[in-house]
């Protein structure tokens, strides 16, 4: 036996909730914290997405998890026992990096069973194990195939296979399917929504891909500069961003400032009236998700504003459409069905559900006033491509 | 450079290379056809030299004008018998195993810390461990052997020492070229899977350095094999190496048989050995394996 470092790992996995407490992450010689009093919990069984840019710290949290790295301060607990002091291969706590690193000296089978086999098990139990988790992603006919011979998806599913054999108590997703194809990486998707069913593992995903967190995770913590600014259900970050850095990562372009006064927003949009419970009296930016908008012809009696087309950028199927309204730019999404031009005259329905309105803080102001006036000719920041490259 | 970029495409090829240009556009046919004819002047460069050798080990009597030997047989092996050559022949791959086991690991350990790591003044390491290859080794010798006798050091463990230290740059060489491919990712991937440094060792970071180790060991093996300075200076005789056994024989006894003989055994060793690397680098390579299954599995997950 190997220590009995794997010695549970023999019986199904037992769902363990994680929790990140305090954690942080102070890199000698750097100027700020990688990571700063980093709180978040997973529950047993659920998908978290830890969901940020590139450099915001998330990967250094889950290498803190894994026990690749030291916390300068805070804890890591798993089913409420800290994993301080834990050296990694004791804590159980798989992970599945962005490259799917199978070990090139064996086949698939071997490193599927590598981790059973390393738990101090007879090679062939191993491998009969190692058979059920291939069968699992699909790829039991290529069990005696040397790792090199296969395509990037189905090194991607080895590895999943490879973590899932290892019963871990938390499955953690490091960018997993960031190098590949959009197409396939829809189809592990697909895989990791059909796995999450079939063996029911707790996850910590760490992505850039908002598509993907939206995908795959029940809930969605933004990491932005080393701070979780908000950790929320995908509706609630895109319909109600706690912050316009938030409403601006995760590619939102309306935000209108102006002021708010008994539960209705007044700016240059004119007067809109507020969802219930929604921003306190005095100066607020109006944050809006552009999808949320309808484009609706001139004079249409549902219009809550009335302006002119000043621009229609094609992304596809889907085209942003900039409309003007006395000063103030409204973008709004549209279908293949719609084709305005620029000068046209429409009108636009604001949801009220979807209106939310974010108190201004000092500064803010001037966030808002850029958000609002971002060339159009940019790149489109809701396009899931655009999102999903690294800076 | 003067060389067009498409001739250098023809790199491998040392005949198509001294041909230059015109090379460049031909077909992969005759492309082909160069890289053929370069291996065959290879092979020929090699062996040229080991034929009179093998001639004269199967030779009883070659007398000069005949183009082959005028009377075959094993008198120069009966020689070599009487000689000493199987205990010189041990003698041999002991200390060249005993090289090997010493400059690999030191080399791997160099190698990876040089890639790997932050070595303060790297260059100037990499450097010093340079030295014993650009410094002529009876230079050296010749002091150390003064040390030595002063330090009552035994011949055999200072000759040991001398060659696994002049195996050493080599062996680190190797290895810092195969660590600096290495992705130390892989043992994270398998820490993170249950496997403690130990099994790390055994099961990831061993098997996929292999192919490097095998072709340090082997030349740091040579470095001892093929030593005659080192083992005559330090040895004092007192460690008749094969070389030092042929050399004896070349310089003293003119039978030429016997030579031949002793030449050829000691040619044979290291060539079982470079066999030996050979397949243990394809075995561990990374080349893809024929796939068992028919190719219609190949769709999977695509």
């Known amino acids: 036996m190997s220590g009995g470092a794997m010695s549970g790992g023999q019986g199904p996995a037992a769902p363990a909730g994680l929790r990140l407490a305090g954690l942080t992450r102070w890199f000698p010689g750097a100027a700020e914290p990688t990571l700063d009093r980093l709180d978040l919990g997973v529950p047993a069984t659920g998908c978290v997405a830890l969901l940020g840019p590139s450099g915001s710290g998330k990967s250094t949290a889950l290498r803190l998890v894994a026990g690749l790295d030291t916390p300068d301060d805070g804890d890591v607990l798993v089913a409420g026992r800290s994993l301080r002091g834990v050296p990694t291969e004791r804590r159980r706590t798989a992970m599945v990096f962005q490259r799917p690193r199978l070990f090139p000296h064996l086949d698939v089978l071997d490193n599927v069973a590598f981790p059973l086999a390393v738990a101090g098990a007879r090679a062939r139990r191993a491998r009969t194990d190692a058979r059920r988790f291939l069968d699992l992603v699909g790829l039991a006919d290529l069990a005696r195939r040397r790792p090199a011979s296969l395509s990037g998806g189905q090194e991607q599913r080895v590895a999943l296979a490879r973590a899932l054999a290892a019963r871990p108590d938390v499955l953690l997703l490091d960018e997993p399917f960031s190098a590949l194809d959009p197409g396939l990486r829809t189809e592990m998707h697909e895989l990791v929504c059909e796995l999450r069913a079939a063996v029911e593992p707790t996850i910590l995903l760490v992505t850039h891909d908002r598509r993907e967190a939206a995908v795959l995770a029940d809930t969605v913590a933004v990491l932005l500069d080393g701070r979780i600014a908000q950790h929320d259900t995908v509706s609630g970050l895109y319909t109600r961003p706690a912050s316009m850095a938030v409403h601006r990562f995760l590619g939102g372009r309306n935000a209108v400032p102006g002021t708010v006064v008994g539960r209705e927003h007044r700016s240059a949009l004119g007067v809109l009236r507020l969802p219930p419970g929604d921003g306190p009296d005095g100066p607020g930016t109006l944050v809006v998700r552009q999808e949320a908008l309808t484009l609706l012809a001139p004079g249409d009696p549902s219009a809550d504003v009335v302006g002119t087309v000043r621009d229609v950028v094609r992304t596809g199927p889907r085209a942003a459409v900039e409309v003007e309204v006395s000063g103030a730019v409204v973008v709004c999404e549209v279908g293949p069905h719609d084709s305005p031009r620029r000068g046209d005259a429409a009108g636009v329905r604001i949801p009220l559900a979807q209106r939310h309105v974010l108190p201004d803080v000092p500064g803010s102001r001037q966030a808002a006033a850029e958000a609002a006036a971002r060339p159009a000719d940019s790149s489109d920041p809701t396009d899931e491509t655009a999102g999903a490259r690294p800076a | ?302």
Do not use: C, I
């Open chain 2, 1 to 302: 450079m003067t060389a067009t970029p498409a001739a250098t495409q023809t790199g491998g090829a040392p005949a198509g290379a001294v041909a230059s240009g015109r090379v460049a556009v031909v077909e992969p046919v005759r492309r082909k056809a160069v890289r053929g004819a370069g291996l065959v002047v290879a092979a020929v460069w090699l062996a040229v030299p080991l034929v009179p050798l093998v001639l004269w080990a199967v030779a009883n009597r070659w007398s000069f004008p005949a183009v082959l030997p005028t009377d075959w047989g094993l008198d120069g092996w009966r020689g070599g018998l009487r000689q000493g050559a199987p205990a010189a022949l041990a003698r041999s791959t002991g200390l060249g195993l005993l090289v090997a086991a010493l400059a690999t690991p030191t080399g791997a350990a160099a190698g990876r810390a040089l890639a790997l790591h932050r070595v303060p003044a790297a260059r100037v390491v990499a450097a010093v461990l340079l030295v014993p290859v650009a410094v002529p080794p009876f230079a050296v010798v010749m002091g150390l052997s003064q040390v030595a006798l002063h330090l009552r050091v035994p011949p055999a463990a200072g000759v040991v020492t001398v060659l696994a230290v002049a195996a050493v740059p080599y062996t680190t060489y190797v290895m810092r070229a195969a660590y600096a491919g290495y992705d130390t990712g892989f043992e994270e991937e398998a820490r993170s899977l249950g496997a403690t440094p130990r099994h790390v060792l055994l099961r990831v970071h061993l098997p996929m350095v292999a192919p490097a180790l095998a072709a340090a060991a082997f030349l740091a093996f040579l470095v001892a094999w093929s030593d005659y300075v080192v083992t005559l200076v330090l040895g004092g005789g007192a460690l008749v190496t094969l070389p030092l056994l042929a050399g004896a024989l070349a310089a003293g006894s003119g039978n030429d048989a016997t030579v031949a003989a002793v030449s050829v055994a000691a040619v044979l060793p290291p060539t079982a050995l470079l066999l030996l690397t050979t397949l243990v680098a394809r075995r561990t390579s990374r080349l893809p394996r024929l796939p068992r299954r028919s190719a219609r599995s190949g769709a999977v997950g695509r």
